[in-house]
């Protein structure tokens, strides 16, 4: 089991040295046996504050991490389990409210059993409030970043973990919608753990206590300093554009030709990922995204490697998309793919549907985004993340209807008329630029 921080250790753990101030309390501690008369229960919580010298289960305030000021909420699991009663939702509402009157990023530092069955429905009913201050924070423009320690369940896990915007967790963290002591007898205990929501798409990464202070720190930086725009990035790869349209295929799916990884990397002086779609997948090795530092300032981004773009990886992107608009953060994408997956659990994962949620995110987008083509443009799954009338081309690449050998089929043409169809296709770049597909084609700049 993982070591359990009190509410004011996570604090000192994050927060620089000597910025932390503590928001005063929203109503005074109350000794009575609370609103359903629960016997006993003004003693529990009056033993509770004696042995964490907390009045609440939560502790609020303002500091400053890795030089960036935020609004923190830190659940102390001492206190009654972290467990959230009116007093809690009355210093969560305050806390919100805060961060929302000096424009400040939200970070709840969670470590709850869920709500207090001492105090019954009144009790679950926090649960609205503290969805309304993350929706009311949300439609302010401010980013929620949670931090997930153990345990974090229940309606904690539902609202103020599971609903942030970018999630980040403690190694061996237990992390469900259902307690250790409500599961199901046969439930395997490592699908209630970080690493295994991690993996589901359910959270973005696993952070060593060491190393939380300055990856919040970098999150919380990135995300309050957005660029005013995305400029394309300048191609990497060959400088010579195709004589054919076969050839412009054959580069583009040459190994030689740079990836989606060293594109980013020279675009970027430092990069977060924003892994999975929030519904149960992930898609790593086909879709890239998260935000990036250049020139001081940030860009979202989305990109392809590649291969087949997966249902996962497109709802991943749409997500991206929208975070960035609702942060007025530019956003690249990067197009790669020879096509959606097309396989038959792709359609099961609502392949569809997932393309066309990118598409919405693109075309509704307040954000300037940019988009280069730097590989295989196929068909729909491309063109999904190309932003309309900002979209560039490497020389190294080629946008199409459908890949050639696939037009060729559906045309009823012999296997030997492929490469004169990817010509009558008019694929290249320089085609586009004159049917007015692409903006225009980015060059190496040279040595």
């Given at each position: 089991m993982p070591e359990r921080l009190s509410a004011r250790e996570v604090i000192a753990l994050v927060?620089?040295?000597a910025s932390f101030r503590e928001l005063p309390s929203a109503t005074p501690a109350d000794d009575t046996d609370g609103p359903l008369a629960w016997e006993g229960y003004g003693a529990a919580r009056a033993g509770a504050a004696e042995r964490t010298g907390e009045e609440e289960s939560v502790v609020c305030g303002t500091a400053s991490v890795d030089g960036t000021r935020a609004v923190l909420i830190a659940f102390e699991f001492g206190f009654l389990g972290g467990s959230l009663g009116r007093r809690t939702g009355d210093r969560l509402e305050a806390a919100y409210r805060y961060a929302r009157a000096h424009r400040l990023p939200v970070v709840p530092l969670v470590a709850t059993g869920g709500s207090r069955m001492q105090e019954g429905m009144l009790a679950?009913?926090?649960l609205q409030r503290v969805a309304r201050e993350s929706a009311l924070t949300r439609a302010a423009g401010l980013p929620q970043i949670a931090v997930l320690r153990d345990p974090t369940t229940g309606g904690g896990w539902a609202t103020l973990g599971a609903g942030a915007d970018v999630i980040l967790a403690l190694p061996g963290a237990q992390v469900g919608f259902a307690g250790s002591r409500v599961r199901p007898r046969d439930a395997d205990p490592a699908a209630y753990t970080a690493?295994?929501?991690?993996a589901?798409?359910?959270?973005?990464a696993v952070v060593p206590p060491s190393e939380l202070r300055q990856t919040l720190?970098?999150?919380l930086g990135l995300l309050t300093t957005p660029a005013r725009e995305?400029?394309?990035p300048y191609a990497l790869g060959a400088p010579a554009l195709?004589?054919?349209?076969?050839?412009a295929v054959e580069r583009a799916r040459s190994r030689e030709r740079p990836r989606a990884r060293a594109y980013l990397d020279a675009y970027f002086t430092r990069r977060v990922t924003v892994r999975g779609d929030r519904c149960g997948g992930s898609d790593p090795e086909g879709m890239l995204c998260?935000?990036?530092e250049r020139d001081g300032r940030t860009v979202a981004y989305a990109a392809q490697t590649g291969v087949a773009t997966r249902p996962a990886g497109y709802r991943t992107a749409t997500r991206l998309i929208r975070l960035a608009d609702r942060l007025d953060i530019p956003v690249l994408t990067l197009v790669d793919t020879p096509g959606a997956a097309n396989d038959a659990e792709a359609e099961r994962q609502g392949a569809g549907a997932a393309i066309a949620e990118v598409f919405g995110a693109v075309a509704a987008a307040r954000v300037p985004i940019t988009t280069l083509v730097i590989g295989e443009g196929g068909s729909g799954g491309a063109l999904a993340l190309a932003a309309p009338g900002n979209t560039w081309a490497t020389p190294d690449s080629y946008f199409s209807v459908i890949a050639p050998e696939l037009a060729a089929a559906i045309l009823k043409r012999p296997p030997a008329a492929v490469e004169a169809t990817a010509g009558h296709l008019r694929i290249r770049p320089q085609d586009l630029v004159e049917l007015g597909v692409i903006r225009g084609i980015r060059y190496h700049p040279g040595p």
């Amino acid at each position: 089991m993982p070591e359990r921080l009190s509410a004011r250790e996570v604090i000192a753990l994050v927060a620089d040295e000597a910025s932390f101030r503590e928001l005063p309390s929203a109503t005074p501690a109350d000794d009575t046996d609370g609103p359903l008369a629960w016997e006993g229960y003004g003693a529990a919580r009056a033993g509770a504050a004696e042995r964490t010298g907390e009045e609440e289960s939560v502790v609020c305030g303002t500091a400053s991490v890795d030089g960036t000021r935020a609004v923190l909420i830190a659940f102390e699991f001492g206190f009654l389990g972290g467990s959230l009663g009116r007093r809690t939702g009355d210093r969560l509402e305050a806390a919100y409210r805060y961060a929302r009157a000096h424009r400040l990023p939200v970070v709840p530092l969670v470590a709850t059993g869920g709500s207090r069955m001492q105090e019954g429905m009144l009790a679950l009913t926090q649960l609205q409030r503290v969805a309304r201050e993350s929706a009311l924070t949300r439609a302010a423009g401010l980013p929620q970043i949670a931090v997930l320690r153990d345990p974090t369940t229940g309606g904690g896990w539902a609202t103020l973990g599971a609903g942030a915007d970018v999630i980040l967790a403690l190694p061996g963290a237990q992390v469900g919608f259902a307690g250790s002591r409500v599961r199901p007898r046969d439930a395997d205990p490592a699908a209630y753990t970080a690493e295994a929501q991690v993996a589901a798409g359910a959270a973005d990464a696993v952070v060593p206590p060491s190393e939380l202070r300055q990856t919040l720190g970098r999150w919380l930086g990135l995300l309050t300093t957005p660029a005013r725009e995305a400029p394309a990035p300048y191609a990497l790869g060959a400088p010579a554009l195709p004589d054919t349209g076969w050839a412009a295929v054959e580069r583009a799916r040459s190994r030689e030709r740079p990836r989606a990884r060293a594109y980013l990397d020279a675009y970027f002086t430092r990069r977060v990922t924003v892994r999975g779609d929030r519904c149960g997948g992930s898609d790593p090795e086909g879709m890239l995204c998260g935000f990036g530092e250049r020139d001081g300032r940030t860009v979202a981004y989305a990109a392809q490697t590649g291969v087949a773009t997966r249902p996962a990886g497109y709802r991943t992107a749409t997500r991206l998309i929208r975070l960035a608009d609702r942060l007025d953060i530019p956003v690249l994408t990067l197009v790669d793919t020879p096509g959606a997956a097309n396989d038959a659990e792709a359609e099961r994962q609502g392949a569809g549907a997932a393309i066309a949620e990118v598409f919405g995110a693109v075309a509704a987008a307040r954000v300037p985004i940019t988009t280069l083509v730097i590989g295989e443009g196929g068909s729909g799954g491309a063109l999904a993340l190309a932003a309309p009338g900002n979209t560039w081309a490497t020389p190294d690449s080629y946008f199409s209807v459908i890949a050639p050998e696939l037009a060729a089929a559906i045309l009823k043409r012999p296997p030997a008329a492929v490469e004169a169809t990817a010509g009558h296709l008019r694929i290249r770049p320089q085609d586009l630029v004159e049917l007015g597909v692409i903006r225009g084609i980015r060059y190496h700049p040279g040595p």
